[in-house]
Structures are given as C-alpha cells and as structure tokens.
C-alpha cells in the first residue's frame, strides 16, 4: 500500500494540520487512511482505544480518519520533564526515563519497533501519511534518526517538504534543507509545499520558481494562512504563545502556564465560549485580580511545577483569589498540587522529594510507578450531569475532602475532590470541558450560560472546512499518486 511522509523545515510549519486536513480529505472520497508519526515529543498526549497513549496530534489526525486512535499511530512519545530529559513511551508504554544524550543512543533499537508499527498500518490502509519531527535539516542528529530521514530510508517512504512563509525566509528555508541533507535523503524529496500564505499568491509564483530552480523539487502547492486551525486541538505548547489571552466574554478564566504544562488543550472547548476569556498567565505576571475562575491544570513534573508556581508568587495570587471568594479548579497535576502535601518518594518525576502543596483541599498526594491510562465516563457529584474523558496520571490522592468527589465513574469509583465551602474543585479527569452538558455545568458554577455550541460537532466541521481548503491549494490525485508511485 502506498504513503507519504510530510516533514518540515522547521518546528510549528504546519505538519500536523496538513497531515489532518489530508486524512479527512482522502476519508472522505473513500480510501482507508491511517496517519503515522515515528517519534513525537509531546506533553499533550491522548489515551488510544488499545490501552496507551500516543500524541494528541495523531488523535487528531485518527479522528480525521473516522478511525480509533491506536498506539501503532505513535509508537515512540518522549514526554519531557526536564531541559535535558524525559519520559520515553514505547507503543503506549512508558518504559522509563532518559537524558537526551542517553535517548540517542536509545533510537536505533527503537528503528524496528516503529518501521514495524508502520508496516501494520500500511496493511490496512490504502495511504499512511506519515508525519516527521521539527526539522528535516537537523543534520547533528542524522546518525540515530528514526524521526525523519531515517525512518524514510528504512522504511522507502517518498518525502514531502513543507516550508512555513508566515515567519519569513522560505526560500532559504527550503533552499538550505536541499544544501546540507545528504544526496541520498535528498532524492527522497518529491516536492514541496509553502504554507501559512497571506496575501495575492501570484505575487509568489517566481519565488517558488526559483526554490524549484535551486532544489530541483517541484512545487505541490501554495496554502493560505487556515485561520480555523486555532479551534483544532494543539499539541505544541508553542501554540500557548498565540494563546495569552484569547478574546473573549466578561468571565475570565486565568491558567498558570506552568514550566510543565501538560495536556493543556483540556481548555480548548472554553475558547469556543462568547462569555469565557480564557487567559494564559506567563511566567512572571500575577493571575488576573478580575479572574472568576483559575484552573490549575495538567503537569508533567507535579514537584518542579508547584516550585515554579511558588517562585512566580502565583501562590500569593491564588489565596488572594480564594480570599475574594472566586473558585479554584485542578486537573490532575493541578489537583495534586492543590492538596497539603505531593510526595515524590520513587523520584518518578525527577528528584526523590515532597514538599508542601497549596493546602486548598484537605488531601495528600503520593506518585508511584503505576501508571493509569484509561477512558472513562461517569456523572459529576454535585449535579449529576454526565461526562466523559480520560485518566493519564502517577500517583494516588486522599484525604478528608474526597469524602466529597467530584466525579464517580460509571463503575461506581469515586474520582476528585471538591472543598467543604464547594468553591475548590479537583479531579484527575482529562477532557470534562469537550462534553457540551459537562461544559455547561461548569459555567452555571461561575453563574454563566453556556452557547449551547457542540464542541466534537466543531471539531469535525472544521476538518472538514480543512481538508477542503487543501483541496483547493493542492493537487491531490497528484499526491496519491507521488504515494503509490513509490511502492
């Protein structure tokens, strides 16, 4: 069966939205899909329906196949937890922890378990589109690689360049990658594409001439700025600097951006709401004196982020906040930090430790080894309105206020806790706010009213509004046949 890989000359090009508009473009004339990505490094992951987790950008893409997301889609995750290392992810498994340098040395017995993940979707496919890592030109790394072309020789996939124009240089961009890529992985190349165009496309046409002139790679389209790609799931932390402070209504929800901020697109279906403005707060700036509500979400280093949080004096902030009666929400890594005590004995995210959390529930928090991955469905105590989501956490939290959960499961089990005063919430559920009735419900808590928008109905309007706009700026027959051509 056939496929192509996307990769870029740079981080934050577009692969992954590209990567999602064909998946949608190609499902809907019929063909079976399925999108690959060799090795992602992502604190933004997805639990699949096979039991792991893999990069919230190939759940993405999955669902723009009309497919289950499975483990096979992303078969290596690094997670990472500090400036130098991370966690490493094996088809859904973590298998343990490792330094960047470490992790190089890592990769190349790593090669047969993705180009076997590769050959399983192949099969059952009729194009995989595969997506690379940050930068085709990273030449430093070429030796081990198994992200770029060094899964595409592995494999024999033909390569698609994509050039980002928005942020300037394009031509050298996709000039230069040509220049240092060895001759080999250079004849993988069987086109370009330009993307993020703003303006009259003919004013570009000899630009694109001249990349084809010094490169010899034909152009395979010149693609608009998608403006609608902002109400898609991110999964590049990246995205958060575009992210400050979204327009929006007169009820603010302020969001520490923690040094380790994880699985934040937990507050993208906020963003869709006219009465919500949803604020990131950077580093160094106080949460808003006017917030109604600060969520403190996922974190990848529970331990490193509650320091930093301190070291900001966003805890100063936060019993302000409390102190004028506004509400308190915590996922996961957050909830955890809104207890007495995080314990860290095993030093499963960095160093052996504990240390005092924000004590605005009365619980206490111990990270083991074991690590749930699950999706689940259940009701929210106070109100009874369902939802669903999913579990992607270390640890075990108790103490007096999960007399009083948030949520219980369809199972019956408890999950969270809420404060005697009802104003401090916390829970380990990813993805409360994707369900419209859960979504809601949170607004009537801050006295709002919800639009009634369906946000997984959005989701998909605007893949589809995706996929057609590549089909306008792409020849698609064009690229199946560069994928079966290649076979």
């Known amino acids: 069966?056939?496929?192509?890989?996307?990769?870029?000359?740079?981080?934050?090009?577009?692969?992954?939205?590209?990567?999602?508009?064909?998946?949608?473009?190609?499902?809907?004339?019929?063909?079976?899909?399925?999108?690959?990505?060799?090795?992602?490094?992502?604190?933004?992951?997805?639990?699949?329906?096979?039991?792991?987790?893999?990069?919230?950008?190939?759940?993405?893409?999955?669902?723009?196949?009309?497919?289950?997301?499975?483990?096979?889609?992303?078969?290596?995750?690094?997670?990472?937890?500090?400036?130098?290392?991370?966690?490493?992810?094996?088809?859904?498994?973590?298998?343990?922890?490792?330094?960047?340098?470490?992790?190089?040395?890592?990769?190349?017995?790593?090669?047969?378990?993705?180009?076997?993940?590769?050959?399983?979707?192949?099969?059952?496919?009729?194009?995989?589109?595969?997506?690379?890592?940050?930068?085709?030109?990273?030449?430093?790394?070429?030796?081990?690689?198994?992200?770029?072309?060094?899964?595409?020789?592995?494999?024999?996939?033909?390569?698609?360049?994509?050039?980002?124009?928005?942020?300037?240089?394009?031509?050298?961009?996709?000039?230069?990658?040509?220049?240092?890529?060895?001759?080999?992985?250079?004849?993988?190349?069987?086109?370009?594409?330009?993307?993020?165009?703003?303006?009259?496309?003919?004013?570009?046409?000899?630009?694109?001439?001249?990349?084809?002139?010094?490169?010899?790679?034909?152009?395979?389209?010149?693609?608009?700025?998608?403006?609608?790609?902002?109400?898609?799931?991110?999964?590049?932390?990246?995205?958060?600097?575009?992210?400050?402070?979204?327009?929006?209504?007169?009820?603010?929800?302020?969001?520490?951006?923690?040094?380790?901020?994880?699985?934040?697109?937990?507050?993208?279906?906020?963003?869709l709401e006219p009465s919500i403005r949803l604020v990131f707060v950077q580093p160094g700036k106080p949460l808003p004196g006017n917030a109604n509500l600060v969520i403190l979400p996922g974190s990848k280093a529970t331990l490193a982020d509650l320091e930093d949080f301190r070291r900001n004096g966003w805890d100063i902030d936060l019993l302000a906040h409390v102190r004028r009666g506004c509400r308190v929400l915590g996922i996961c890594g957050g909830y955890q930090m809104l207890g007495r005590i995080v314990a860290d004995p095993q030093g499963i995210e960095g160093r052996p430790g504990s240390a005092p959390g924000l004590g605005l529930l009365d619980v206490e928090t111990v990270l083991s080894a074991d690590k749930t991955l699950t999706e689940v469905t259940g009701i929210s105590v106070a109100d009874g309105v369902p939802f669903h989501g999913y579990e992607m956490h270390v640890g075990r939290t108790e103490g007096p206020d999960c007399a009083h959960p948030l949520l219980r499961f369809a199972d019956g089990r408890p999950d969270g806790a809420t404060s005697p005063d009802g104003r401090i919430r916390g829970a380990y559920v990813h993805g409360l706010f994707t369900g419209d009735r859960q979504r809601a419900a949170c607004l009537a808590w801050l006295g709002e009213t919800a639009s009634g928008v369906s946000y997984d109905a959005d989701v998909d309007r605007v893949l589809d509004a995706l996929a057609a706009h590549l089909g306008r700026h792409i020849d698609l027959d064009r690229l199946l046949k560069l994928g079966r051509s290649a076979q």
């Open 1 to 271: 069966m056939a496929a192509l890989m996307f990769q870029g000359t740079g981080s934050d090009v577009g692969k992954s939205l590209i990567v999602a508009g064909l998946c949608r473009a190609f499902t809907n004339r019929g063909l079976r899909i399925r999108p690959f990505k060799p090795q992602n490094m992502s604190n933004n992951a997805a639990v699949t329906a096979d039991g792991g987790e893999i990069g919230r950008a190939q759940a993405l893409q999955a669902r723009a196949c009309r497919v289950p997301a499975s483990v096979h889609m992303n078969p290596v995750l690094l997670k990472p937890q500090s400036e130098v290392g991370a966690q490493v992810v094996v088809l859904g498994q973590v298998t343990g922890n490792a330094a960047a340098r470490e992790f190089q040395s890592m990769k190349q017995a790593l090669l047969p378990t993705v180009v076997a993940s590769f050959q399983r979707l192949r099969a059952e496919a009729d194009i995989v589109f595969v997506e690379g890592a940050g930068s085709a030109s990273e030449i430093n790394l070429r030796t081990n690689d198994i992200a770029n072309m060094g899964f595409a020789r592995a494999a024999g996939v033909p390569v698609i360049l994509i050039g980002d124009i928005d942020r300037g240089g394009v031509i050298a961009q996709i000039a230069g990658t040509k220049t240092v890529l060895d001759p080999d992985d250079s004849a993988l190349i069987v086109g370009y594409l330009i993307n993020k165009f703003r303006g009259d496309p003919t004013l570009f046409q000899s630009g694109m001439e001249l990349i084809t002139a010094h490169t010899g790679w034909p152009a395979l389209g010149l693609i608009p700025l998608f403006p609608e790609a902002s109400r898609l799931p991110a999964e590049d932390s990246v995205a958060l600097d575009r992210l400050i402070d979204a327009p929006g209504g007169t009820c603010v929800v302020a969001v520490p951006r923690l040094a380790h901020i994880a699985n934040f697109d937990d507050l993208d279906p906020l963003r």
